[in-house]
C-alpha cells in the first residue's frame, strides 16, 4: 500500500501536534518531517521526498504564499489558515484545498483524499498555485517586499530598496543595493503592484523607482536618459518621459 | 428653509384674509358704512398689518436671544406700541389717500381709534404668541432629529468597538490552541478556557469605562500573554519588572492591549526563533511610566498594516490628558520600545 510522505509547516507546536495526531490514523500517511518556518521548509524539500505539504499562512519571516514563490519541487499543497479573509479569497479564486483552523479530524481527512485524488490523476497543482502570491497581492494596494531564490540561496527585498527593475525575456531582473534577483514576472505585474507614487515606467524595458534618480537629461531627439544617484544611466522613452511629467506635476 | 418662510407667509396671509372679511363685515353690515369704504379699509388696515408682522416676527426672533425677564417685557411694550401706532397711522393715510378729506369718513375713522387700537393690541399679542409656538415647534423638531443622529452614531461606534474587542485572529488562534491541547492535556485546556473567557469578559465589559487600575490591565495583559504563550511556547519570551506601588495607579482601560499585539505581531513573525518581550512599569512622584519592548528584525518586517495600533492609543491618550508628548517610540536595529507616561491624580 502506497504510503504518501507528509511535511507539517507551521510555527506553532500545538497546531502541529493536530495533524500528527490526525496522520497517526491512516495508515496511507506518513510523517517524514515537521518545520517551523518557510526557510526550515524550503530547505527540507530540497533534500527529501515530498508526497503532500500542509502549509500555515502565517508563519514568522516568509508567509505560506512566499513558500510556495520560491518552491522548486512540486508537491501536494493543503493549505491551512485561522482566520485571514485575504488569503481565503486567493484560496478560492485559484480553486486550491484549504482548511480552516480549526478543523475536525473528517475535514481533514477529506482533504487528504481529495489531493491523493489529484496525484493519482496527476493533475499539476504548479500552476494554480503559481498565481496564489499574485491574488494575495491583488487584494492589497501594494506589495512591500518581494522574496527571490537564487539557488538554495533565499533573499527578501524591501520594496523602498529597489532602484529599478529590467525586462530580461520573460523574466524581471530587479536591481537593488544586495545585489540583482531574477523574478518569475511580467513587468505588468511589478507595473500594477509597486507604489505607484515612487516606481514608473520609463521604458518598455524599465520601471525605474524615483527616488534613486538623481536627474533626466536628454539624449535624442524624443528621448531621454534617466541617471541614478548610483551612476547607472536608463533610457527613457517619449511614453515614459511623459509619465514621469505627469508624476512630478 | 424655503418651505418654512413660505409656510409663515400662508399663515399670515390665511388668517389676514380671514380678518379682512370679518372686519369689512362688521363695518358695512355692523356699522352701515358704504360698501366700497368697508372694502377699502378693511384690506387697507389688514394689509397694512401683515407687512408689520414682519416686524412682529423679527422681535420674537430678537427676544429669544435674551434670557432677562425684563427686557423681554420692554421689548413687547415698545413693540406694541409702536406697531399699533404705525399701524393707526398708516392705514388712515391709506384710506384718506384713497378718499379724499370727506369729512364723515375721516369723523368716524377717529371715532373708531379706540376700537382700533384694541384690536390692535389683540392682534399684536395674538400673532406674537402664535410665532412664538411656531418657533418652538420648529426647535423641538430640531432636537427630535439630532438626538435621533446622535443615538444612531453611537449604535454603530458600539457596534464596531465590539467588532474589535472580538478580534478574529486571536479568537480562532486560541481555539486551536484550545482544540490541540484537549487532545493532549486537559487539564491545561481548562485553564485556558478559564483564561480565555475572563479575558474576553474584561475586553467586553470595559466597553464604556474609561479608567481602571494598573493592576487590572495588567492581568488582562498576562492572561494574553499566557494565552498566546500556548501557541507559540518557547517562541514567546516575556519578562516584567513592576514597582510595587503601580499596580494601584489609574490608568485608562484597554491601552496596552493593542501594543502588545503589535509586539507579539512584529517581533515573532520577523525572528527566527521567536521575541522577546519586556514590560517595565516604573512609579515617579508626578507620573507611572510604562514601557513595552520587543525584540525584532527590521530585514523581515512586514509593514503591512503598521501604525494604527500606535495611533489610537496616541489618540486616545492626547484625548483623556490633553497632552501629545505622553507615547514615545524608541528603536535600534533590534530592539523596538514603546514608552506610555500616564499623569497620576489627573482630575479627569
Known amino acids: 500500500m502506497k504510503k504518501y510522505k507528509v511535511l507539517i509547516v507551521d510555527d506553532e507546536a500545538p497546531a502541529r501536534e493536530v495533524i500528527k495526531k490526525f496522520i497517526t490514523v491512516r495508515s496511507d500517511l506518513e510523517l517524514v518531517g515537521e518545520c517551523e518556518n518557510g526557510f526550515e521548509c524550503l530547505k527540507f524539500l530540497s533534500s527529501e521526498q515530498v508526497d503532500l505539504l500542509f502549509l500555515d499562512i502565517q508563519m514568522p519571516k516568509l508567509n505560506g504564499f512566499e513558500v510556495v514563490e520560491l518552491m522548486v519541487e512540486k508537491p501536494s499543497i493543503i493549505f491551512v489558515t485561522a482566520f485571514d479573509q485575504y488569503a481565503i479569497k486567493a484560496f478560492e479564486v485559484n480553486a486550491v484545498d484549504y482548511v480552516l483552523k480549526p478543523f475536525s479530524k473528517d475535514r481533514f481527512f477529506a482533504a487528504v483524499d481529495k489531493a491523493i485524488q489529484n496525484f493519482q490523476t496527476e493533475k499539476s497543482p504548479v500552476h494554480s498555485h503559481q498565481r496564489l502570491a499574485e491574488s494575495y497581492s491583488d487584494q492589497m494596494d501594494q506589495i512591500d517586499r518581494i522574496v527571490v531564490r537564487q539557488g538554495n540561496k533565499i533573499e527578501v527585498v524591501q520594496v523602498d530598496q529597489i532602484r529599478y527593475l529590467q525586462a530580461e525575456s520573460d523574466y524581471v531582473m530587479i536591481v537593488c543595493e544586495k545585489g540583482k534577483f531574477l523574478k518569475n514576472k511580467t513587468m505588468r505585474y511589478f507595473e500594477d503592484h509597486l507604489p505607484q507614487t515612487e516606481f514608473i515606467r520609463i521604458h518598455r524595458s524599465f520601471i525605474v523607482n524615483m527616488t534613486f534618480v538623481k536627474n533626466i537629461e536628454k539624449y535624442t531627439k524624443d528621448t531621454y536618459l534617466a541617471i541614478l544617484t548610483s551612476g547607472e544611466k536608463l533610457n ?7 509619465r514621469i511629467r505627469k508624476k512630478i506635476v | 428653509m424655503i418651505k418654512k418662510v413660505a409656510l409663515k407667509i400662508w399663515t399670515v396671509l390665511l388668517i389676514a384674509s380671514t380678518l379682512s372679511t370679518i372686519q369689512f363685515i362688521v ?10 369704504y368697508s372694502m377699502v379699509d378693511s384690506l387697507a388696515t389688514n394689509l397694512v398689518f401683515t407687512v408689520l408682522t414682519i416686524g412682529l416676527w423679527l422681535n420674537v426672533r430678537i427676544t429669544e436671544l435674551t434670557k432677562n425677564p425684563m427686557e423681554i417685557i420692554i421689548h413687547h411694550l415698545t413693540g406694541v406700541t409702536l406697531v399699533v401706532l404705525i399701524w393707526i397711522y398708516v392705514s388712515r393715510f391709506a384710506i384718506r389717500s384713497f378718499f379724499g378729506d370727506d369729512a364723515f369718513l375721516m369723523a368716524f375713522l377717529s371715532q373708531s381709534v379706540a376700537v382700533r387700537v384694541a384690536i390692535g393690541i389683540l392682534l399684536y399679542v395674538f400673532f406674537t404668541i402664535l410665532f412664538y ?4 415647534m420648529e ?28 478580534n478574529p485572529h486571536f479568537l480562532f488562534n486560541s481555539l486551536n490552541s484550545l482544540y490541540s491541547l484537549s487532545m493532549t492535556n486537559n487539564e491545561k485546556a481548562g485553564e485556558m478556557i478559564l483564561n480565555l473567557s475572563e479575558f474576553m469578559r474584561y475586553s467586553l465589559k470595559n466597553e464604556g469605562i474609561q479608567f481602571v487600575t494598573f493592576e487590572n490591565e495588567w492581568m488582562h495583559i498576562k492572561r494574553y500573554l499566557d494565552i498566546e504563550k500556548i501557541r507559540f511556547g518557547n517562541n514567546l519570551h516575556y519578562e516584567e519588572v513592576i ?3 503601580a499596580y494601584d495607579q489609574v490608568v485608562p482601560s484597554m491601552l496596552l492591549q493593542p501594543l502588545l499585539e503589535n509586539a ?6 520577523s525572528l527566527d526563533h521567536g ?4 514590560f517595565i512599569a516604573k512609579l515617579y512622584p508626578v507620573y507611572l511610566q510604562i514601557k513595552l519592548c520587543n525584540t525584532y528584525d527590521p530585514e523581515f518586517q512586514n509593514k503591512r498594516g503598521t501604525g494604527t495600533g ?3 492609543v496616541k489618540q486616545r491618550l492626547e484625548k483623556i490628558y490633553h497632552r501629545t508628548d505622553l507615547c514615545t517610540v524608541s528603536s535600534n536595529e533590534n530592539r523596538f520600545c514603546v514608552e506610555i507616561i500616564i499623569p497620576r491624580n489627573e482630575k479627569i
Open chain 1, 236 to 242: 527613457v522613452s517619449q511614453e515614459g518621459y511623459k
Open chain 2, 27 to 36: 363695518l358695512w353690515q355692523g356699522y352701515n358704512m358704504p360698501f366700497v
Open chain 2, 133 to 136: 409656538l411656531l418657533v418652538n
Open chain 2, 139 to 166: 426647535r423641538l423638531a430640531k432636537r427630535k432629529e439630532e438626538e435621533a443622529n446622535l443615538r444612531q452614531m453611537v449604535r454603530e461606534s458600539e457596534l464596531q468597538a465590539l467588532k474589535n474587542q472580538i
Open chain 2, 243 to 245: 514597582d510595587d506601588l
Open chain 2, 264 to 269: 507579539i505581531k512584529h517581533g515573532m513573525y
Open chain 2, 275 to 278: 521575541v522577546s518581550i519586556d
Open chain 2, 310 to 312: 500606535l495611533k489610537n
